[in-house]
């Protein structure tokens, strides 16, 4: 199965690539010996976990808003180092960054987060979180403010799992981002700019997700990561996992899980000290399309994104879910 992982657990991936091209700058949380921090320590492992039992891991591009003299050179060029499964251009990318940029800042103008995002978004928004690499990325949250970059392309991960086919990995606590952005387009009727997941029955206040359980590998670095996909253990509980998501979502997702897990714990590559096994949910997410909005746009740019048709497809979708 091809995987995106999104928010808090796409930045702690970002984080370990940054530390392997060896030239990276470390954060302030990490640890004297320039090891992470315990929090992104269990973030990394199940981030890692996810990414060996799945076949692929695909990543947002490091691809921005264009400057004027880089467009004529890119404009309609695919570039081989786009995500796999994508099919559009640098320059369709860029204006998808910008539409969706545009869309975060309509959002906090608005004051739409609710008490949970806002938490999120102020320990998104630090240093600490982050290592310093000179990428597009770290510009990118220099130039629009790192809260602003992060829910930027927490939208588009999501984008980028609805237009690949493939699974949108996701934490609980950014699940509630995602949901207040749905929030503000379905409570205005705003137009949709693009395929935005609307997560608010995940996020409910008035239960808990059913949840099963899959093991966590404890993998500390992407090197760790590659030989767990590679080993026949992690291998065969793999394709039953992938089985399990690929199944029409039921009732019996758990029960599934729990029976997979008892079937054999791929035990062979798991790291010493690794933590407890990972909760998760497997949701079938629907996507905000523009067929129902019912009022007229309010300015140019909102008749042109309310023109926008997207297909019916959900989204599959995994949520991590935290410990209690």
């Not at 990318?93 to 609710?114: E, N, P, R, T």
């Not at 995602?178 to 137009?191: H, W, Y």
């Amino acid at each position: 199965m091809k995987i995106v992982l999104a928010g808090q657990l796409d930045r702690v991936y970002a984080n370990a690539r940054a530390r392997a091209s060896g030239d990276a700058a470390s954060p302030a949380n990490d640890n004297a010996d320039g090891t992470r921090s315990e929090e992104d320590r269990l973030l990394f492992h199940r981030a890692g976990t996810l990414s060996a039992l799945s076949e692929t891991v695909i990543a947002t591009p490091d691809w921005y808003p264009l400057d004027e003299d880089e467009e004529d050179g890119t404009r309609g060029r695919m570039d081989p180092s786009f995500a796999p499964g994508m099919s559009l251009t640098r320059r369709a990318w860029a204006a998808l960054y910008d539409d969706a940029a545009g869309l975060v800042q309509a959002v906090d103008f608005l004051g739409s987060y609710s008490e949970r995002s806002r938490a999120i978004l102020e320990g998104i928004d630090t240093p600490d979180a982050w290592v310093e690499d000179d990428s597009p990325r770290s510009l990118q949250r220099t130039r629009i403010g790192a809260a602003h970059a992060y829910l930027t392309e927490l939208l588009l991960q999501a984008f980028l799992a609805w237009q690949a086919g493939a699974i949108l990995v996701i934490g609980e606590g950014d699940c509630h981002l995602l949901a207040d952005v749905a929030k503000f387009l379905i409570e205005g009727r705003r137009p949709r700019p693009f395929p935005i997941p609307d997560l608010s029955a995940i996020v409910r206040s008035d239960g808990v997700l059913a949840s099963g359980r899959i093991p966590s590998l404890g993998f500390e670095e992407l090197t760790d990561v590659e030989a767990g996909r590679a080993d026949p253990g992690v291998q065969t509980y793999a394709h039953r996992l992938q089985a399990i998501v690929a199944a029409p979502v039921a009732r019996d997702a758990r029960a599934r899980l729990e029976a997979a897990l008892a079937a054999g714990h791929p035990t062979g590559l798991r790291q010493k000290g690794a933590d407890n096994d990972i909760a998760v949910a497997i949701e079938q997410v629907e996507i905000l399309g523009n067929g129902d909005l019912g009022v007229m746009p309010s300015s140019k740019a909102s008749a042109r994104y309310a023109r926008r048709q997207f297909a019916s497809k959900g989204l599959r979708t995994i949520v991590l879910i935290e410990d209690s």
